[in-house]
T-cell receptor
């Protein structure tokens, strides 16, 4: 089975711009969670989607949003980028929202200049 | 409020030695405790996990010890190898929010040949 794929792998944006990141979960997996990883804050939960519905949201400003499509693929969007948004954005997929095992993708490295 | 505290921040072990990483949690609702291994440029990979109804779980050279009363769990890597050099994260989640993991800050392990 193919693993979790994330596109793009690297991205450079300017402050004030917006960005959309994509995640394709493992085939058959229906739950997708997003995390932000930074050296200072570690791995922080952003949100989780299951069956096109947001089930959980972390403590991030409204500039961070996401959605899930009927094929379980998910996107996250960050509007009005700030320097502090520079991070590795990780997507994890699970079979169901009740499944504990999460499988991470390689991440998208976002640099905001 | 950091709900999962991990120590040490970094660890250097000789080849063949035992690596021990510790985590402590605060939320007694946590009921799933995984460990992840992350290599540079990669996403975290699920290594081993434990539920609170057992005190120890072993998979190959990796063992989780769990102390429910102390709210602590640890990862032991026996016969550590240079290929084990990576960053290790402990995490925790609840059955009502299985897709939302709370992570420790990570431990950078270096195994010297």
């Amino acid at each position: 089975k193919a693993g979790v794929t994330q596109t793009p792998r690297y991205l450079i944006k300017t402050r004030g711009q917006q960005v959309t990141l994509s995640c394709s979960p493992i085939s058959g997996h229906r739950s997708v969670s997003w995390y932000q990883q930074t050296p200072g804050q570690g791995l922080q939960f952003l949100f989780e989607y299951f069956s096109e519905t947001q089930r959980n949201k972390g403590n991030f400003p409204g500039r961070f949003s996401g959605r899930q499509f009927s094929n379980s693929r998910s996107e996250m969007n960050v509007s009005t980028l700030e320097l502090g948004d520079s991070a590795l954005y990780l997507c994890a997929s699970s079979l169901y929202s009740s499944s504990y095992e999460q499988y991470f993708g390689p991440g998208t490295r976002l640099t905001v200049t | 409020q950091q709900q999962v505290k991990q120590s040490p921040q970094s660890l250097i072990v000789q080849k063949g030695g035992i690596s021990i990483i510790n985590c402590a949690y605060e939320n007694t609702a946590f009921d799933y405790f995984p460990w992840y291994q992350q290599f540079p440029g990669k996403g975290p990979a699920l290594l081993i996990a434990i539920r609170p109804d057992v005190s120890e779980k072993k998979e190959g050279r990796f063992t989780i010890s769990f102390n429910k009363s102390a709210k602590q769990f640890s990862l032991h890597i026996m016969d550590s190898q240079p290929g084990d050099s990576a960053t290790y994260f402990c995490a925790a989640s609840t059955n009502t929010n299985a897709g939302k993991s709370t992570f420790g800050d990570g431990t950078t392990l270096t195994v010297k040949p």
